[in-house]
């Protein structure tokens, strides 16, 4: 199944950006907890004693979609605690789109995430007028 389950964060404040971004983390989380209890349930009714943790994190993860546009990056991107929060969710989603950001916006993305996790994939694409 390719469906996503897509937050999308597009908040006029700071404050509220911080907000949302918690709460997104924190669902996204208690689901994979979720996820892999149930995988892991599945798996011992099988009597399957393979490790799946991995099968799982990138199973669940997937399923998870953000969705920044690009008047709250500014705000994620003027704190570390949301340039962190940025990280950990990039980690755990299945796919993150910033929609009307500058070009400089989508360079600072890029080494940001991939400065604390160069496994995941980035693309900054643009239509070419202000890039």
Request: glycine fraction near 4%; hydrophobic fraction near 40%.
């Amino acid at each position: 199944d390719e469906t996503f389950e897509v937050s999308i964060v597009n908040e006029t404040a700071s404050d509220d950006t911080l907000a949302q971004l918690r709460k997104i983390l924190g669902l996204w989380q208690a689901r994979l907890i979720l996820f892999r209890e149930l995988r892991e349930q599945r798996s011992t009714n099988r009597s399957d004693v393979s490790d799946s943790s991995s099968f799982v994190r990138s199973e669940a993860r997937s399923h998870f979609a953000l969705v920044v546009d690009g008047h709250t990056l500014g705000f994620i991107l003027s704190s570390d605690e949301q340039r962190a929060l940025l990280v950990r969710l990039s980690q755990v989603a299945g796919a993150i789109v910033l929609c009307r950001v500058s070009p400089k916006q989508k360079r600072e993305v890029v080494e940001l995430v991939c400065e604390h996790d160069s496994s995941l994939i980035t693309l900054a694409i643009g239509d070419g007028a202000n890039d």
